[in-house]
């Protein structure tokens, strides 16, 4: 049985789901650790607007006994509070009269699904594409990575994660100690282990915002605890850091992803990129983890590291140039 789970639901619709499968019966399922997971979501200085109208919080549907997992598909529901502004435009059914305000779109953002969505399936209404391909859809990821965080928790292996860079700060990326992770308090604006670099995002983000522009940045995700053996070698689609690289990627506005210290080591000779092993009379030991806890394709016992390289999201207030899709007038 394997973890897995989809999720459905559009940006202004009525609600996100998200359908678990692979949660084994007699797993506690606490919602409230859900719940605070969504609100960990929704932090972050600089964060959209939407995160300001939403205040996610999740209803369990199925799957679910008394505070237990049944060993059935799980499926979970956050509504959106926004859809009771939408409702006309988003409703399900074809409405008896247009409404007064169809919102349609026709000018597609640079950067987004828009034009080639509209072009893929077809359609003179962008909303059609950007609806589901908001990073609204996130939360519905992170409610079944609530799930998963309990799960891995019965194996004592933890999942922490910061903020390594934004925009140009600092030059190369946070290389930062579990410990330091651990030790980022809750109200950190960006989640950063370094206060002093923390101030200095905050800053370029509000001159950024001042100048109508957005930015992109990289984020660091560790687990600890993770046994030897998880993965395998012997086929491409069993290489976890291949199966790790795609659901990082498939992250909306994730251009990139990094494994251990791969960047570096491709600037660097094989006596130096590689960690030495060793042995402590108990166990094999590396005294570094420039591998980020992955050879070939199997952890390794070391903290499996990731980082994801996120473009600038792509709803600016100082527009692009792009173009009509009906009329191919130039639009900005």
């Known amino acids: 049985m394997h973890f897995k789970f989809t999720t459905a639901g559009e940006s202004h619709g009525p609600a996100l789901v998200t359908i678990i499968e692979g949660v084994p019966a007699g797993l506690p399922i606490d919602q409230d650790a859900i719940d605070h997971e969504l609100w960990r979501r929704q932090q972050g200085y600089g964060r959209g607007g939407r995160m300001k109208i939403e205040s996610d919080s999740v209803k369990v549907l199925a799957g679910v006994r008394h505070g237990k997992a049944l060993g059935s598909p799980i499926a979970l529901i956050i509504e959106n509070r926004d859809f009771v502004h939408w ?13 007064k305000n169809p919102r349609e779109v026709k000018r597609p953002r640079p ?13 003179r209404d962008l909303r059609d594409i950007l609806e589901r391909a908001s990073a609204r859809e996130t939360a519905a990821r992170v409610a079944a990575g609530a799930v998963a965080k309990q799960l891995l928790a019965q194996f004592s292996i933890e999942v922490r994660s910061h903020v390594a ?4 700060i600092p030059q190369r990326p946070i290389d930062a ?6 030790a980022i308090p809750v109200d950190s604006l960006l989640n950063c282990v370094d206060r002093g ?3 200095e995002m905050v800053a370029f983000i509000d001159e950024a915002k001042a ?3 957005t ?3 990289v984020f660091e995700v560790v687990a600890k605890g993770i046994p030897v053996g998880l993965g395998s070698h012997t086929s491409w689609e069993d290489k976890l850091d291949g199966r790790i690289a795609r659901a990082i990627m498939s992250i909306h506005a994730v251009k990139a992803v990094e494994i251990g210290e791969a960047i570096e080591n491709a600037g660097r000779f094989g006596s130096e990129a590689h960690d030495q092993i060793h042995h402590d009379g108990e166990q094999f030991v590396r005294p570094t983890n420039r591998a ?3 050879e070939g394709g199997i952890t390794n016992g070391e903290e499996l590291r990731v980082r994801g390289y996120m473009k600038p999201i792509s709803t600016l207030r100082k527009a692009l140039h792009s173009v009509d899709i009906d009329s191919k007038e130039d639009s900005l």
């Open 197 to 199: 670099l923390e101030r």
């Open 292 to 294: 980020g806890g992955l």
């Open 215 to 217: 930015l992109g940045g």
């Open 111 to 123: 950067g987004h699904a828009d034009l080639a969505g509209g072009l893929k399936f077809q359609t």
């Open 87 to 99: 409702q006309d435009v988003m409703s399900a059914v074809e409405p008896d009269t247009e409404p």
């Open 165 to 168: 860079k934004i925009g140009p």
């Open 177 to 182: 100690a579990w410990e330091s992770i651990a």
């Open 211 to 213: 100048n109508g522009d």
